[in-house]
């Protein structure tokens, strides 16, 4: 399982995330996350953001319960053995 660091904004401090899944949606990027690769654990829905030159990526939490709700079924269709509880 791919495991990648996001720096925290305003920071110089790196949070480290095992990617679960992506997918794309009405054009945006969706990854799903976690912080431990195996058992129960939180996980997280983030949003891609490019810059308008496209040469910086950032991710947003997604905190919108419809989105959640809806990106939650996807990601549950995509990976066989998950459950996301929100």
């Known amino acids: 399982m791919e495991k990648i660091k996001f720096k925290i904004e305003g920071s110089e401090e790196f949070d480290e995330f095992f990617v679960l ?42 905190e919108d319960e419809v989105t959640l709700g809806s990106l939650s079924k996807i990601f549950e269709e995509l990976i066989d053995d998950i459950s996301i509880e929100q």
Not at 25 to 44: F, I, K, N, Q, R
Not at 51 to 60: F, K, L, T, V
């Open 21 to 62: 899944a992506s997918t794309v949606v009405a054009g945006c990027t969706y990854l799903l996350v976690t912080e431990d690769e195996e058992g129960d654990s939180d996980c997280y829905i983030l949003l891609e953001k490019t810059s308008e030159n496209m040469d910086e990526i950032a991710y947003e939490i997604v």
